[in-house]
């Protein structure tokens, strides 16, 4: 495990990941954050809960949520923000990314350049 903030996270958004991880009664799970082909950007942004972290992940912490990304998101994620918006359709988890060239309406979805091969049809819901 390598120990590096790639990530940072809104008070807002860590509040509510807070609230769902109590929720979910896994209060001491990291947090997941990666990056898989797909979206309608070609690049698609994802969040999971896990017991632990593999050998080869970054890990860290923000604000007492643990934070674990894989070596290939991380060449995506580094400097992004994690953020909780409120909208007229619900609210949900975005990422703010410096890396994005592009990005789906709803933020679910990025490019980084050169992912217009994996880009699909836009399905745009929250996480």
């Known amino acids: 495990m390598q120990q590096t903030t790639l990530i940072t996270m809104t008070p807002e958004a860590v509040r509510r990941l807070k609230q769902f991880m109590d929720e979910q009664g896994m209060p001491e799970a990291y947090l997941r954050v990666f990056v898989a082909p797909g979206g309608c950007s070609g690049l698609q942004y994802g969040m999971a809960l896990e017991?632990?972290?593999?050998?080869?992940?970054?890990?860290?912490?923000?604000?007492?949520?643990?934070?674990?990304?894989?070596?290939?998101?991380?060449?995506?994620?580094?400097?992004?923000?994690?953020?909780?918006?409120?909208?007229?359709?619900?609210?949900?988890?975005?990422?703010?990314?410096?890396?994005?060239?592009?990005?789906?309406?709803?933020?679910?979805?990025?490019?980084?350049?050169g992912n217009a091969g994996t880009a699909q049809g836009c399905g745009c819901g929250g996480w």
């Open 51 to 113: 017991e632990s972290a593999e050998e080869d992940d970054f890990t860290f912490e923000i604000d007492g949520v643990r934070v674990i990304v894989d070596p290939f998101s991380a060449t995506y994620l580094e400097g992004a923000e994690i953020d909780y918006v409120n909208s007229l359709m619900g609210g949900g988890f975005t990422v703010h990314n410096p890396n994005a060239v592009a990005t789906c309406a709803c933020g679910h979805s990025f490019d980084a350049g």
